[in-house]
């Protein structure tokens, strides 16, 4: 066979085959050729994608709402723990298969309906004018990290899959047969008798050897195991530590006074209503009748016009300043015809509050408070500018901090979640620095990390403790406890499952009931409306009830006490027919909202089915900083420390 190659290899159709070969390696890479094309993208649906980075910063919000639930930190393992990357991923191929075939059938809301939307949208509102502000708009946008282009592609894709929606189900009503079955669902009762098996109707377990509960432990060890700990160092930048004893000079307190004098003052203030008239015949009418006491309103009214009331106001609110110049001569009542910039105008005087001028010593605590804000500002900016050039010059955290002259604190043992071994909170801590400490390696120190509010830090990783399992002699008891209860449990199921097929088989539920001492308990008209608030039966048993038929036993895990409960369906009972009418009527809607989300997602898994969107986990993990998976095991490989 060698030599039927080796004599192939000189032929000319040998030659041009390797021609194309080299050919097609130098267009399309080794790779591609026998490989096809590798997208670098984590979703490709049609021509729609979503990026490594779109991958993360959805993720990132995600996180974020998690953690906003939750009230403590939430790492992306432990997102990753939970398969909440698989579900993103697939989340995301399902809303972008959905899009492009919106896209692919040509719905596409119009610019000028996007325009309309977005400037419907309170966040963009100028607070000043109650308008649409376009800066406001691309601010909030960049605060988000989200640019105009996204934004509105993303608007595009809700708008047009609303409508296509809204019009698959438009009219829609849920039929009267299918809101009947619904009430008969719930409404139909049921009889039982039951009876409580406890520990005493099984022989006692024995306590465990070391060698059970050392495998007891190797079979829990997910849920036993402590998790990896970190010991730091810490050096902190804070107004707060630095500012309490800062002295400030009157020289300084004077600056302050001198600079803000102007608004620290509190201008006089008027209310008053100004009438505006189209000549000065109208313009005394109007006086006369403002002079008697009648309504403003109900005379501007009467004169075609608006009346301008300004309640509690500066001279430099009134619009028109001659009038301003008036009505904060006049004293209180008085009526006065101004001939304003405007035209001319009626003005009358309803209350004056006088001004008052500040003095520094009536001020001189809320300067010092500030003055002191400032210079405890300039000097944490002092401070870190020392540190970050000892550092950047080689100098450690510790001894750039002594350089700065600014203390260091040992925080530690603590886990990812901000905790302590013994599961309390390290005080100290702040979600950033946490999560910084976290992405050092053992002896990594941070640069100075800002966290808002003038306040930053940097850490050292002093040492890290590896997550394992605790020794048994520490967990010893509490693990005696478990396994010794878990034995019980199996024991009581295997008992109550004996007791169940005696009662199968026909033998009667008093019966059985006493052969371990058991005493039978009715209970009347359970049906699924009022299953929420029955104390007697556990979730279990009552899950199992309503999917038996008369004379069908059951056994769950006893509501009211460690043991099992034995039963059976005595009786089942229809609805009443009135009450089933009613029913039938008042769970219409609920039902129709319930048809609609489904033909929604129906059409939704419909479009992933047409699309079929490609995705790749090992990009979206690269995006998130994690291992590739192995395509063998499907697991990722261990990072060294």
């Known amino acids: 066979m060698l030599s039927s190659f080796r004599a192939f290899a000189k032929s000319p159709l040998a030659g041009i085959l390797i021609a194309i070969l080299v050919i097609s390696f130098g267009l399309f890479g080794v790779r591609d050729v026998f490989n096809g094309h590798a997208s670098n993208d984590v979703v490709v649906a049609g021509k729609r994608t979503i990026s490594p980075q779109d991958f993360k910063t959805q993720w990132d919000q995600a996180r974020?709402?998690?953690?906003?639930?939750?009230?403590?930190?939430?790492?992306?393992?432990?997102?990753?723990?939970?398969?909440?990357?698989?579900?993103?991923?697939?989340?995301?191929?399902?809303?972008?298969?959905?899009?492009?075939?919106?896209?692919?059938?040509?719905?596409?809301?119009?610019?000028?309906?996007i325009k309309a939307q977005i400037e419907k949208i309170p966040a963009f509102f100028d607070q000043v004018s109650g308008r649409f502000d376009k800066a406001?708009?691309?601010?909030?946008?960049?605060?988000?990290?989200?640019?105009?282009?996204?934004f509105e592609a993303s608007l595009r894709d809700e708008i047009s899959q609303t409508h296509l929606v809204s019009a698959i189900v438009d009219g829609l009503r849920a039929p009267r047969a299918y809101t009947a079955l619904g009430a008969i669902y719930m409404t139909e009762t049921r009889d039982v008798g039951y009876f409580s098996v406890g520990p005493g109707a099984v022989p006692a377990v024995a306590p465990p050897t070391d060698a059970q509960l050392t495998k007891f432990m190797q079979d829990n060890a997910s849920r036993l195991m402590r998790p990896e700990f970190r010991v730091l160092t810490v050096v902190r930048f804070s107004p707060t530590l630095v500012g309490a004893n800062l002295p400030v000079t009157d020289a300084e307190i004077q600056k302050q006074f001198d600079f803000r004098k102007d608004t620290l003052n509190k201008p006089e203030v008027r209310s008053l209503v100004q009438i505006p008239a189209k000549d000065a015949v109208s313009a005394q009418a109007i006086a006369t009748r403002l002079a008697k006491g009648e309504d403003p309103r109900a005379i501007a009214k009467s004169t075609g016009v608006e009346a301008i009331i300004y309640v509690e106001k500066p001279k430099a609110a009134i619009a028109d300043p001659k009038v301003g110049d008036a009505a904060f001569a006049m004293t209180v009542g008085a009526v006065q015809v101004v001939q304003g910039g405007l035209g001319p105008a009626v003005v009358k005087v309803f209350g004056i509050s006088p001004g008052h001028v500040a003095t520094i010593a009536e001020v001189r605590p809320m300067l010092e408070a500030e003055a002191r804000k400032t210079a405890a500002a300039e000097k944490v900016y002092e401070l870190s500018q020392k540190y970050d050039d000892a550092h950047a010059g080689g100098a450690s955290l510790i001894e750039a901090s002594a350089k700065a002259g600014v203390p260091t604190m040992t925080l530690g043992p603590v886990s990812q979640q901000g905790a302590s071994p013994l599961g309390q909170a390290v005080p100290g801590l702040t979600l950033k620095l946490v999560q910084t400490a976290f992405a050092l390696p053992q002896g990594g120190e941070s640069e100075i990390e800002d966290e808002g509010n003038g306040e930053s830090f940097a850490v050292h990783v002093d040492k890290?403790?590896?997550?394992?399992?605790?020794?048994?002699?520490?967990?010893?008891?509490?693990?005696?406890?478990?396994?010794?209860?878990?034995?019980?449990?199996?024991?009581?199921?295997a008992k109550a499952d004996d007791l169940t097929a005696r009662v199968e088989k026909?033998?009667?539920?008093?019966?059985?009931?006493?052969?371990?001492?058991?005493?039978?308990?009715?209970?009347?008209?359970?049906?699924?409306?009022?299953?929420?608030?029955?104390?007697?039966?556990s979730q279990e048993s009552l899950s199992k009830i309503f999917g038996l038929k008369v004379g069908e036993a059951f056994n769950g895990e006893d509501a009211k006490a460690f043991g099992i409960v034995v039963g059976k369906i005595e009786a089942l009972r229809g609805p009443v027919p009135t009450a089933l009418g009613r029913m039938a009527q008042s769970t219409r809607p609920q039902l129709t909202q319930t048809l609609f989300r489904e033909i929604g997602a129906d059409a939704r898994k419909s479009a992933k089915t047409t699309i079929k969107p490609k995705t790749n986990a090992n990009v979206a993990?690269?995006?998130?900083?994690?291992?590739?998976?192995?395509?063998?095991t499907g697991k990722a490989a261990e990072k060294a420390k």
């Open 621 to 632: 993990r690269a995006a998130l900083g994690l291992e590739p998976l192995d395509p063998k």
């Open 506 to 537: 026909g033998e009667s539920l008093e019966s059985v009931a006493g052969s371990v001492g058991g005493h039978v308990a009715h209970l009347v008209g359970l049906d699924r409306q009022n299953a929420g608030q029955n104390k007697d039966l």
């Open 64 to 113: 974020k709402g998690l953690e906003q639930q939750s009230g403590q930190p939430v790492t992306t393992e432990m997102m990753v723990e939970n398969h909440y990357d698989a579900r993103l991923i697939d989340e995301l191929a399902t809303r972008e298969a959905f899009a492009a075939l919106l896209d692919k059938i040509g719905l596409r809301p119009s610019d000028q309906l």
């Open 464 to 493: 890290i403790i590896p997550k394992a399992l605790p020794a048994l002699s520490e967990v010893r008891p509490r693990l005696v406890q478990v396994w010794m209860a878990q034995e019980v449990a199996k024991r009581l199921r």
């Open 136 to 150: 406001l708009y691309q601010q909030t946008l960049q605060q988000n990290n989200l640019t105009v282009d996204k």
